[in-house]
């Protein structure tokens, strides 16, 4: 039996931070030392990071629909100071710079937004964000010498001006604002940006700064907030896996991290970093992925995200932030390039254009794997997240003993009074964990009581990761006291009645304990003890939905498989609020949806449903369960590039180091004159102007032997890749025209056997191939549609 004892909440500060929205905003939000407060309810926020100015504008609407159906309800993004002033007295805010632009449609779609000031930023950005121009300037950047502020003032003063009317108090998406990035010893500095900012007009009611590293932050003047990776790109090739980042697998009240960005520290922290019981514990950089460098380049697989995002959920996170959550490029209209890089004194030499990030939504929108299955932990947050918030986490009596602990089953609880969470991590990127047999936990909450789950021993899977939930409210009146099943979501049904949705753990049977009194009806095992109703779904679907009925009332429970879980959506459509289940990703826009077609045998499930549905491809609706199904077209096969080799010798780059550790560089541009040269010519129609005017992408698909790769259309470097494993996806959407008239060149390069690089184990064998072969083996042009759906046949969406 696994014990844990959860002690009562620590005293919760309130009033001693200088934040919160004022008495005249159309909504309230404040802070204590324990949670954000939205409207008088806790609010656990869901933090996406997109970089506004590295994607196209003409696609921020749709990339901020995805994130939100994603779960987002939160956007954080970087400003760059050297794209908005990258010559020296000429500040742009248009185009793809058009900030303003950018918060008005965060705005029309609902979504709070976080923007991130600097003036140094990071971001794997050249100079950090910092202009060329401001190493000519006698001036101390990031302090407070007043040659150095007398740069930043006008900067901030036109932000200000751009953000004006926009900012919550105003009625505007702008809820936070982060001062500098990552630094570690000058809170003076700190408070004086955001005095600066408030100065020219910036008002918020949250004030940030990032505190990894045992950062020196103004004390109550700036929230704290932290990170913490799976992998990384900015340890030394040869140190093999960052197996320091196994301490993210772990249930800790531990906030800090150490290892982010310390690649750019030039001495150590001596700090002891903020006084984490003042603040709330509060994250901006999980990684929703990694970058790929060219000496290192990790492969994060989805449950290393979602396992290290649930973990942290579970050591007490109340924001849970990603960096990044979807993809971009960097800026190719700069007089220098943009990116982070040894010729610019930085450590690493990160890709001339790519910034994809392995991010749950990728540099041309592409909806990855980790997409569905943080979806889940959102859409858990979106139902429970008001009561987590207030619940304090607790550790197990056995915790595991170090980070090489394999043995000891990873848990912890949070709790307030008799209600509760307890999480489990049985997924570690770093080694196999072993399945966990004969496990039952015994819990005793805050009130005394003593909860023990489940009623017979189960095994946790290796691999496993799940909340389950004590004390849940159903509704209704009703109580669920316990169940092996994680909480995804919460509607209510036309007749009033309260609709719960749980997603069963692969390989652990589904149980519910519902009151001794509860009449069950619905397609599980029911078993009668002293306390309880227990219900066992031995076959969780869509057709495993049980009524519950109660003295008080009736709810509803419908426990899906976690297969079925990863497809689930909540979408308000057609005039009210619904389940959506679809392999596809499912956008509501404007009260219809749309579905992002990329399987191949697309579908739609609502419940409850619309009395019909139409659209192009659009099939007769189905019975699945509980659910009303519709199928939908394939997604065309498209006419197939041609792929040329135009010369086949190649000669690998010079091994060279660069940096302040001395890591292998990069291709220099004139390297790739001695590059394999493959032609690609694209079909007019695969680039058809309505099909793409209607929202599809096409994406040219790449698989080659090589080193390093480069796309260029007409002679100009549209894309860019360091080979890592998975295949090179680029999108053609935003180059279609060009694309078909020039077709594309691809050259690729052999690696040097004397250049240090870094791959995942799974892809050594085809790095290695590089060293002899450097060649295009195939291409392949694939459509992603959107197709509109509308609950009548009259034509409008």
């Not at 935003?734 to 184990?761: M, Q």
Request: charged content about 20%.
């Amino acid at each position: 039996m696994l014990s844990l004892h959860a002690p009562g909440a620590p005293p919760v500060l309130t009033g001693h931070l200088p934040m919160g929205s004022s008495a005249t905003a159309p909504h309230s939000l404040t802070v204590d030392s324990q949670s954000l407060i939205r409207d008088g309810r806790p609010w656990i926020p869901a933090m996406g990071e997109f970089h506004f100015s590295r994607y196209p504008a003409a696609e921020w609407r749709e990339e901020l629909l995805k994130m939100k159906a994603g779960g987002i309800d939160l956007v954080a993004t970087y400003l760059f100071w050297n794209q908005h002033e990258n010559e020296r007295g000429l500040l742009r805010f248009d185009g793809d710079l058009d900030l303003r632009r950018f918060v008005e449609l965060c705005a029309e779609l609902d979504l709070a937004l976080v923007v991130r000031l600097g003036p140094w930023s990071h971001g794997e950005c050249r100079n950090g964000g910092h202009p060329d121009w401001l190493s000519e300037v006698d001036c101390t950047p990031r302090s407070d010498d007043p040659a150095y502020l007398a740069l930043v003032e006008p900067y901030y003063r036109r932000i200000a001006e751009e953000l004006r009317g926009l900012f919550h108090d105003d009625g505007g998406p702008i809820v936070a604002l982060q001062v500098e990035n990552e630094l570690y010893d000058d809170p003076g500095h700190l408070a004086t940006l955001r005095r600066m900012a408030e100065k020219f007009g910036m008002r918020a009611p949250l004030w940030t700064a990032t505190a990894w590293g045992a950062a020196d932050i103004p004390q109550d003047t700036l929230l704290p907030l932290y990170g913490g990776y799976s992998e990384v790109f900015w340890e030394d090739a040869g140190l093999g896996p960052a197996r320091d980042m196994r301490r993210h697998f772990f249930f800790t009240a531990i906030r800090d991290d150490f290892a982010i960005g310390a690649d750019l520290r030039s001495t150590s922290s001596t700090g002891t970093g903020p006084d984490t019981g003042r603040y709330p514990y509060a994250t901006c950089e999980l990684g929703g992925g990694m970058a790929i460098a060219y000496h290192r380049r990790p492969l994060v697989r989805p449950a290393d995200i979602t396992s290290l995002a649930l973990t942290k959920l579970g050591s007490g996170s109340v924001w849970q932030g990603y960096y990044l959550y979807h993809g971009s490029s960097q800026r190719l209209d700069l007089k220098e390039p943009n990116q982070e890089s040894h010729a610019t004194g930085y450590p690493n030499d990160m890709p001339t254009v790519t910034y994809d990030f392995q991010a749950p939504l990728g540099e041309y929108g592409q909806v990855r794997p980790t997409f569905h299955g943080l979806r889940l932990q959102h859409l858990f947050l979106e139902s429970h997240g008001a009561d987590l918030a207030r619940m304090p986490m607790a550790l197990p009596d056995a915790e595991p003993t170090s980070l090489d602990d394999d043995t000891t089953l990873r848990w912890a609880v949070r709790s307030a009074g008799d209600q509760g969470f307890l999480f489990v991590n049985n997924h570690d990127p770093y080694t196999t964990l072993p399945d966990h047999t004969g496990v039952r936990f015994r819990v005793r909450l805050e009130g005394g009581r003593t909860v023990t789950l489940p009623a017979q021993p189960v095994t946790v899977p290796s691999g496993a990761h799940f909340v389950w939930p004590i004390g849940l409210d159903l509704g209704s009146g009703l109580r669920l006291d316990w169940a092996t099943a994680q909480p995804a979501t919460r509607i209510t049904l036309d007749d009033g009645t309260p609709l719960n949705v749980l997603a069963a753990a692969d390989g652990i049977p589904a149980t519910l304990a519902l009151p001794l009194d509860a009449a069950v009806e619905g397609p599980a095992r029911l078993e009668r003890t002293a306390d309880h109703t227990l219900a066992t779904l031995t076959e969780p679907g869509t057709d495993a939905l049980l009524t519950v009925t109660g003295s008080s009332g009736t709810a509803q429970i419908l426990v899906l498989s976690h297969e079925l879980a990863l497809r689930l959506s909540k979408v308000h459509a057609y005039g009210r609020e619904r389940l959506a289940l679809s392999e596809d990703l499912v956008v509501a826009d404007g009260g219809a949806l749309h579905l992002h077609v990329s399987s191949p045998a697309p579908s739609l499930a609502l419940l409850p449903a619309p009395d019909a549905l139409y659209g192009e491809g659009i099939g007769q609706s189905a019975t699945d369960g509980a659910f009303t199904r519709w199928q939908s077209a394939a997604p065309p096969h498209l006419p197939q590039p041609a792929l040329e080799c135009v010369r086949e010798q190649a000669v690998a780059a010079p091994a060279r180091t660069g940096g302040p550790h001395q890591r292998a560089s990069a291709p220099l541009d004139a390297d790739f004159d001695k590059a394999a040269v493959f032609r690609i010519t694209v079909p007019a129609e695969a680039l058809d102007d309505q099909a793409l005017n209607a929202g599809t992408e096409t994406l040219l698909r790449v698989r080659y032997t090589g080193d390093a790769a480069r796309a260029y259309i007409d002679g100009k470097l549209i894309a860019d890749h360091f080979w890592y494993g998975p295949d090179w996806e680029i999108g053609l959407r935003r180059h279609a025209e060009a694309a078909v008239r020039h077709g594309l060149e691809i050259r690729v390069l052999p690696l040097n056997p004397a250049s240090a690089v870094y791959v995942d184990a799974s892809a050594r064998a085809g790095l290695d191939a590089a060293r002899d072969r450097a060649a295009v083996e195939a291409v392949e042009l694939v459509a992603v549609p959107r197709t509109a759906l509308r609950d009548s046949g009259d034509g409008r969406d």
